[in-house]
């Protein structure tokens, strides 16, 4: 089974809105990785929250990690068009074993 | 800087075929992941090395075989494909508890 899950599986929204989604995971974790895929192509890397962090700001990006819940939230503020992309979060429940949850496809309206 | 180089980036197989998938990597990364992933899933991984001259299993490692032929490239094997081996290849690299680089991805299909 997967190691995290993301929620909601998809997401749909206006340019200028915030997006907010949701991972939540099993075992104890070193840390917290969200990525982006764009359509048929390779993830990238988003921000990288470790378990004694609580929340990280990159950009437009915030993340907050709880781990007394195994569960961390990725929020992207004033979305754009190119904001459009499946998230993904990662996360190594043993030394340099990531895992990847099912995703949330996040559609952003112009 | 190339980062993680996939090979070959598409490929049709007739059940049984056997093939080799090739990743490399140029930045000297000690670990190396092969992921697949099926239509509007997550990632699912297959096998990985956290240093040259090792591997393990990962969460499908079945039907698939891999070799860390030195720290750059690390392969998959599929020895006799069959159709529900159709996925996407991810192959990706890190230097270790920090951000995975992804290659473009091998899309493979078994009929």
């Known amino acids: ?110 | 800087n190339a980062g993680v180089t996939q090979t070959p980036k598409f490929q049709v197989l007739k059940t049984g075929q056997s093939m080799t998938l090739q990743c490399a990597q140029d930045m000297n990364h000690n670990s190396m992941y092969w992921y697949r992933q099926d239509p509007g899933m997550g990632l699912r991984l297959i096998y990985y090395s956290a240093s040259e001259g090792t591997t393990d299993k990962g969460e499908v490692p079945n039907g698939y075989n891999v070799s860390r032929l030195n720290k750059r490239e690390f392969s998959l094997r599929l020895e006799s494909a069959a159709p529900s081996q159709t996925s996407v290849y991810f192959c990706a690299s890190t230097r270790g508890d920090t951000e995975a680089f992804f290659g473009q991805g091998t899309r493979l299909t078994v009929v």
């Not at chain 1, 929204?13 to 840390?31: D, L, V």
């Not at chain 1, 921000?47 to 004694?52: E, Q, T």
């Open chain 1, 1 to 110: 089974s997967q190691q995290g899950e993301e929620d909601p599986q998809a997401l749909s929204i206006q340019e200028g809105e915030n997006a907010t989604m949701n991972c939540s995971y099993k075992t104890s974790i070193n840390n917290l990785q969200w990525y982006r895929q764009n359509s048929g192509r390779g993830l990238v890397h988003l921000i990288l929250i470790r378990s004694n962090e609580r929340e990280k700001h990159s950009g437009r990006l915030r993340v907050t990690l709880d781990t007394s819940k195994k569960s961390s939230s990725l929020l992207i503020t004033a979305s754009r068009a190119a904001d459009t992309a499946s998230y993904f979060c990662a996360t190594a429940p043993g030394t340099y074993k990531y895992i990847f949850g099912t995703g949330t496809r996040l559609k952003v309206l112009a």
